[in-house]
């Protein structure tokens, strides 16, 4: 069973950055690939970003792609999301996400963080 908890969301203006940050426990972390996924109020659950459990290969939406950076330690047992640039829109919880494969369906990955808030004024 592993546990996920993320932290470093907040408010920031349009154009600023924020790092959110995401500790694994009680599994093999680098036995599995990492997502982060995204919900407003309102909306479905939307793919942001996901890693190989090595840390080699990396997959954006297209909406973040240049913008984000997903980063994994798997020494640290930690995967990072760099937001850059940021737009109201991604107004969001951030989820981050374990499953056997970096792949963009939220349906395919098995345990879950609690969230943290990012929050973008214009």
């Known amino acids: 069973q592993v546990q996920l908890v993320e932290s470093g969301g907040g408010l920031v203006q349009a154009g600023g950055s924020l790092r959110v940050s995401c500790a694994a426990s009680?599994?093999?972390?680098?036995?599995?690939?990492m997502g982060w996924f995204r919900q407003s109020p309102g909306k479905e659950r939307e793919f942001v970003a996901a890693?190989?459990?090595?840390?080699?290969?990396?997959y954006y939406a297209d909406s973040v792609k240049g913008r984000f950076t997903i980063s994994r330690d798997n020494a640290k047992n930690a995967v990072y999301l760099q937001l850059d640039s940021l737009k109201p829109e991604d107004t969001a919880v951030y989820y981050c996400?374990?499953?056997?494969?970096?792949?963009?369906?939220?349906?395919?990955?098995?345990?879950w963080g609690q969230g943290t808030q990012v929050t973008v004024s214009s």
């Open positions: 996400a374990a499953g056997p494969m970096a792949v963009v369906v939220h349906t395919r990955y098995d345990y």
């Open positions: 009680g599994g093999t972390f680098s036995s599995y690939a």
């Open positions: 890693v190989s459990r090595s840390g080699g290969t990396a």
